[in-house]
T-cell receptor, first 115, second 112 residues
Framework: RKEVEQDPGPFNVPEGATVAFNCTYSNSASQSFFWYRQDCRKEPKLLMSVYSSGNEDGRFTAQLNRASQYISLLIRDSKLSDSATYLC????????????????FGSGTRLQVQP | DAGVTQSPTHLIKTRGQQVTLRCSPKSGHDTVSWYQQALGQGPQFIFQYYEEEERQRGNFPDRFSGHQFPNYSSELNVNALLLGDSALYLC???????????FGSGTQLSVL
């Protein structure tokens, strides 16, 4: 079983639609959670962190359910520019003596917003 | 403020050869992590360098090695290249225990 699992999609939605992605993780000791966005043939960029209480950034809302070990990302009022691959990211390892952790990425969910 | 820079951007090698990829972290960052991203997959963690030492390692063979220099820049070396090593190699930097990674644009390695 993969440490982080995502539906690869693609999700094809019209402009203005609301779309939701889910992600599950296997390590219950995971501490930190993120969503990254990756455009075609570009590097991943941090979209937002995910907190237990849920958090919102404009049209984007992220939620964490520790009991069920899943993370979600909701995009409202989709724009053409939202077309990208969304990577679910988990920090499963305990901190090393340097206080640094490695991040584990899911395979990503591809979103295509159509006019 | 320069972001993470990687070189070269593209590289073509043949099986059995060796390759060195380079990375300069974002200004002020002291930690460098390397990831391998195969087509259609998410980035896979190779290793992380801090204070010139390898601090964590993912599930990659010893053919993958690295180095960090006093100026925090880093190299990734891959020996005895296999066809399966063809991928986008991403370098990411961070500061202290902050887990937010800043990625370079990557080196696309093709092994023929």
């Amino acid at each position: 079983r993969k440490e982080v699992e995502q539906d690869p999609g693609p999700f094809n939605v019209p402009e203005g639609a609301t779309v939701a992605f889910n992600c599950t993780y296997s390590n219950s000791a995971s501490q930190s959670f993120f969503w990254y966005r990756q455009d075609c043939r570009k590097e991943p960029k941090l979209l937002m962190s995910v907190y237990s209480s849920g958090n919102e950034d404009g049209r984007f809302t992220a939620q964490l359910n520790r009991a069920s070990q899943y993370i979600s990302l909701l995009i409202r009022d989709s724009k053409l520019s939202d077309s990208a691959t969304y990577l679910c990211v988990v920090s499963p390892l305990g901190r090393t003596d340097t206080g640094r952790r490695a991040l584990t990425f899911g395979s990503g969910t591809r979103l295509q917003v159509q006019p | 403020d320069a972001g993470v820079t990687q070189s070269p951007t593209h590289l073509i090698k043949t099986r059995g050869q060796q390759v060195t990829l380079r990375c300069s972290p974002k200004s002020g960052h002291d930690t460098v992590s390397w990831y391998q991203q195969a087509l259609g997959q998410g980035p896979q963690f190779i290793f992380q360098y801090y204070e010139e030492e390898e601090r964590q390692r993912g599930n990659f063979p010893d053919r993958f090695s690295g180095h960090q220099f006093p100026n925090y820049s880093s190299e990734l070396n891959v020996n005895a290249l296999l066809l399966g090593d063809s991928a986008l190699y991403l370098c990411a930097s961070s500061l202290d225990s902050n887990e937010k990674l800043f990625f370079g644009s990557g080196t696309q390695l093709s092994v023929l």
